[in-house]
């Protein structure tokens, strides 16, 4: 299968996540919502179903196609420690992060949510460009 | 009907094929996401329908909720009611474009490739927290003076 086919294909996975939590249980699929909402100890049993099953999903990916999704890992520990700050600080601050505002924020057509995607893009970008600026 | 069964049952489904459709799609690999962001350089744009098959999927679950007086599982939907485009939107939106672009992690991904074992994401996922905590507790601090009492 092609990249821009199972992009595609696990997108719509991932769309159909979400609507299957709105329609059933009235909730958006925000990932830095659900994990913070579970850090802080609310609703515990369903946000922690959520996140097993999420974890869960790439090892369904392995007993199918018999090999673990590729992760490559890019950087350092320093920049992980850092870049693992900055997205637990930010998507707080900001209120969602690629599920909540990207995903279900755009579906509901969310002005708040456009602007924080055009945010978050941009930003993304930038951080992207300085890296290869630098070498890295 | 409400059943908290029901509901933690609907939660794991969703899960899995979260973190399944995250796997099929390339969003677990940080290298692929800093080359979707990489517009300037060595562009990869087939991320881009990642977001655009989710959201055209979860624009049909939105359109029946709203057909829906109250989802299937529970007594009322759950949603975000702030309609505000404020500097905190913005400025923490960036920040957390800043971090996703340094290592190519976004929420989902690194929660949901845990499972592979590499001790980078454990790291990540931990900072993660770490900077969530951060957060609520500069928030709090800076919000304190706010809660007078009555």
Do not use: E
Not at chain 1, 28 to 36: E, H, K, N, Q, R
Not at chain 1, 113 to 123: C, D, E, G, M, Y
Not at chain 2, 28 to 48: E, K, M, T, Y
Not at chain 2, 103 to 130: D, E, K
Request: with cysteine; aromatic share 8%; glycine share 14%.
């Amino acid at each position: 299968m092609s990249a821009y086919l199972s992009s595609l294909a696990g997108g719509m996975l991932i769309g159909l996540s979400a609507a299957i939590l709105l329609v059933l249980n009235g909730r958006i699929a925000g990932i830095s919502g659900i994990v913070g909402r579970l850090a802080q100890g609310a609703n515990i049993s369903v946000n922690l179903a959520f996140v097993l099953g999420l974890v869960a999903g790439p090892v369904l990916f392995l007993a199918l196609f018999g090999s673990w999704p590729q992760v490559t890992i890019t950087v350092g520990w320093p920049l992980i420690i850092l870049a693992g700050l900055l997205v637990g600080f930010g998507t707080r601050m900001g209120s969602g992060c690629t599920s909540g505002h990207g995903v279900l924020g755009l579906a509901r057509l969310s002005p708040r949510s456009f602007v924080a995607v055009l945010s978050f893009l941009t930003a993304g970008v930038l951080a992207v460009t300085l890296l290869r600026g630098m070498g890295l | 009907m409400t059943s908290r069964p029901a509901q933690i049952a609907a939660a794991l489904l969703a899960g899995i094929l979260f973190g399944f459709g995250l796997a099929l799609s390339g969003m677990l690999d940080p290298a692929r996401v800093q080359g979707f962001l990489d517009i300037f350089g060595n562009w990869d744009p087939s991320l881009a329908f990642v977001l655009g098959g989710a959201v055209v999927v979860a624009f049909a679950g939105v359109t029946l909720s709203k057909r829906m007086r109250r989802p299937v599982l529970d007594t009322q939907f759950h949603l975000p009611s702030n309609n505000r485009i404020d500097a905190r939107l913005i400025a923490g939106s960036a920040i957390f474009g800043l971090g996703w672009g340094l290592a190519g992690f976004c929420p989902g991904p690194a929660v949901a490739s845990l499972s592979l074992g590499l001790w980078q994401t454990m790291l990540f996922v931990a900072a993660m927290l770490a900077g969530m905590m951060v957060h609520d507790r500069a928030y709090r601090t800076q919000r304190a003076p706010a809660h007078r009492p009555a």
